[in-house]
């Protein structure tokens, strides 16, 4: 799984990227684990971008000020 993700973020040699393809294109499993793995790290990444709406902003700072307040 680790370098699954080293080779979805792009930091493995490339000879190291080339095998791990190769593998991933034989492998029904791995490949399958690798397309869903690139899909929740796309969805992740895409999500991390969006700023909540600022209602949820404000009533999360109201919340963690009554948290922190006492």
Known sequence: MQELSLYLDGD???ARRRTIER???????CGTMAE????????CRAEGKRRPPSDVRSRAAQRIR????H
């Open 23 to 29: 593998h991933i294109k034989a492998c029904a499993c």
């Open 36 to 43: 869903r793995l690139r899909v929740t790290v796309a969805a």
């Open 66 to 69: 009554a948290l922190t307040s």
């Open 12 to 14: 493995l040699t490339s």
